[in-house]
């Protein structure tokens, strides 16, 4: 069993960054493929980025390429995402999920263990 739990989130103004964390228990994370992903108010769940363990990849939804950045300390079985420039739309709430064996994947509906949210909202 994995446990996910995400910290971080907050209220910001547009411009400004934010850094998201992503604890992992129960299974070391450098053998999950991990994702962030995202819900607005009355929205769908969509990938943000993720990170695959077989060829250690990152991937990023186009609308946050260049500014957000998916990263992990094996070490710490920790997972991060760097936010930069935020925008009023990235306003959700934000969820780290985990999925064992390949591949990787952006559906949502592949990961198996979901953390409880983080809220993030951007101002303009």
């Known amino acids: 069993q994995v446990q996910l739990v995400e910290s971080g989130g907050g209220l910001v103004q547009a411009g400004d960054s934010l850094t998201l964390t992503c604890a992992v228990s129960?299974?070391?994370?450098?053998?999950?493929?991990m994702g962030w992903f995202r819900q607005a108010p009355g929205k769908e769940r969509e990938f943000v980025a993720g990170?695959?363990?077989?060829?250690?990849?990152?991937y990023y939804a186009d609308s946050v390429k260049g500014r957000f950045t998916i990263s992990r300390d094996n070490a710490k079985n920790m997972l991060f995402l760097q936010m930069n420039s935020l925008k009023p739309e990235d306003t959700a709430v934000y969820y780290c999920?985990?999925?064992?064996?390949?591949?990787?994947?952006?559906?949502?509906?592949?990961?198996?263990?979901w953390g409880q949210g983080t809220q993030v909202t951007v101002s303009s």
């Open positions: 999920a985990a999925k064992i064996g390949a591949p990787f994947t952006t559906r949502p509906g592949s990961y198996t263990y």
């Open positions: 129960g299974r070391t994370s450098s053998s999950l493929n």
């Open positions: 990170i695959s363990y077989v060829i250690v990849t990152s």
